[in-house]
């Protein structure tokens, strides 16, 4: 058996804006967006016998369409960082395209099993009933821990894989759908874990996670070592340094925020992700650059502070091996 991460989605995690003269809304080539497929497959034959993707922002669809063989394409699990639109905006074409194969290989189609916190099931049902009440088969963890805290591990029966939540802070995201100014957390990152590699996807996340660079508790203790020294860490790096507009927590962190939080945890490779500079404004550091310069401009950084391991920006189809016997 063989497990990999492969990196997927061909939007920008925010849109293109128009008019804006900046690289990333002027460049026609696609970029990694904020998702992830988990794949299990035959060493011999290379076929995939299961896989779970990581949130449904735009673009994925055509990305999975893409990268995998299209005998090969199935889904048997779906997990969700969060509910934001740019991590469930094609959840209606995701499950449409299943269905349709399903239909097209006289097979039944079977809901997916889903997993993802309280809050997100929320307002996932409220923003996609149709596809949350035909399409999907819910998981959801019902409590509304605070962030630092490893909740149960998802149940995807996979020998030798182990995909651990963890309660985050994601300020934008962490809002009861009833009542918008109540807190109700939402957020979650993952580890997932074979015997030979551990791999942290840790977005969206914001600023207000202090208990990654100081631990407050035994708990915030354990979270720490659980997600400490892992092969890849993907992560949240929306702008430069800027981290509030106007006031107002954009809910992300900035690069200035990643190589503090990755001090802290020492992984192996830092790979950015949800990279924007668009708050930076015309002319800053950070505004436009496309990937190519952000890696550059992190891997100095990266070297002046003697930050453990190399940092870079994954591209599209890119695999991360996690298990191999
Ligand atoms: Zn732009
Ligand atoms: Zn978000
Ligand atoms: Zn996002």
């Known amino acids: 058996m063989k497990y990999s991460l492969v990196v997927n989605g061909i939007g920008h ?9 900046c690289g990333r809304c002027t460049q026609r080539e696609h970029v990694a967006n904020t998702s992830v497929s988990i794949i299990a497959a035959d060493n011999k034959s290379n076929e995939v016998v299961w896989h779970a993707l990581v949130d449904v922002g735009l673009g994925v669809v055509t990305s999975l369409c893409n990268l995998v063989k299209p005998e090969d394409a199935r889904l048997d699990w779906l997990l969700f960082t969060h509910w934001h639109p740019d991590h469930s905006l094609e959840l209606n074409r995701l499950c449409e395209t299943l269905r349709r194969t399903a239909r097209l290989r006289s097979q039944p189609f079977t809901p997916i099993s889903t997993w993802c916190r309280n809050g997100t099931a929320q307002w996932l049902q409220k923003t996609y009933s149709y596809e ?28 030798g894989l182990k995909i651990t939540p963890i309660s985050v802070s994601h300020y934008t995201a962490d809002i009861d759908p009833v009542n918008f100014k109540d807190r109700l957390f939402s957020s979650a990152s993952f580890v997932v874990e074979t015997d030979q590699k551990k791999a942290i ?40 340094t800027v981290e509030n507009i106007r006031g107002y927590n954009t809910g992300h962190i900035s690069f200035s925020t990643v190589r503090q939080y990755m001090k802290a945890l020492q992984p192996r490779e ?3 992700m949800h990279i924007s500079g668009h708050e930076e404004g015309l002319g800053n550091p950070g505004w436009g650059w496309l990937d190519g310069k952000w890696e550059q ?19 599209i189809g890119e695999e991360f091996p996690l298990f191999n016997d």
């Open 13 to 21: 995690a925010f849109l293109r804006e128009f008019g804006c003269s």
């Open 132 to 159: 949350w009440h035909r399409c999907l088969d819910p998981d959801r963890h019902e409590g509304c821990e605070p962030p630092g805290r490893v909740l149960d591990p998802v149940q995807t029966g996979t020998a």
């Open 201 to 240: 996807l840790f977005w969206d996340i914001d600023n207000t996670n202090d208990w990654i660079v100081n631990p407050a508790s035994e708990e915030q203790e354990k979270t720490v070592a659980l997600l400490s020294e892992a092969d890849y860490v993907f992560i949240d790096c929306f702008n430069w």
């Open 270 to 272: 830092t790979l950015l």
């Open 297 to 315: 401009e992190a891997q100095k950084i990266w070297q002046e502070e003697s930050v453990s391991g190399i940092v870079r920006v994954p591209r």
